[in-house]
């Protein structure tokens, strides 16, 4: 079992820069896939973007693509998501997740495990 808890939510103005943290416990998930999701009031939680197990391989939604970029350091068991220009239509609490290898990075049902999410808030 792997429990993930993510970090570095915040309030920003717009244009501004976070950077999310997914850190992983119990079973490694070096494995794994790992995707970042959104969930912003009102709306349906949406794919932002993944990672393969090695880190080689990611892919962005176009909505961020340009702005997001996702990493993983598999010996820290952490995944990261560093948000640039940001706008306030990004404002959402962002999960991360994981499912195995091979699995649809897109597809929310392919994740088998997910954190409890972190806010973030951006200002006009």
């Known amino acids: 079992q792997v429990q993930l808890i993510e970090s570095g939510g915040g309030l920003v103005q717009a244009g501004g820069s976070l950077r999310l943290s997914c850190a992983a416990s119990g079973r490694t998930f070096k494995d794994d896939t790992v995707g970042w999701f959104r969930q912003a009031p009102g709306k349906e939680r949406e794919f932002v973007a993944a990672?393969?197990?090695?880190?080689?391989?990611?892919y962005a939604s176009g909505s961020v693509k340009g702005r997001f970029t996702i990493s993983r350091d598999n010996a820290k068991s952490t995944v990261y998501l560093q948000m640039n220009s940001l706008k306030p239509d990004d404002t959402a609490v962002y999960y991360c997740?994981?499912?195995?290898?091979?699995?649809?990075?897109?597809?929310?049902?392919?994740?088998?495990?997910w954190g409890q999410g972190t806010q973030v808030t951006i200002s006009s």
């Open positions: 997740a994981g499912a195995p290898r091979g699995s649809s990075w897109t597809r929310e049902s392919e994740y088998g495990y």
């Open positions: 990672i393969n197990w090695g880190g080689a391989m990611t």
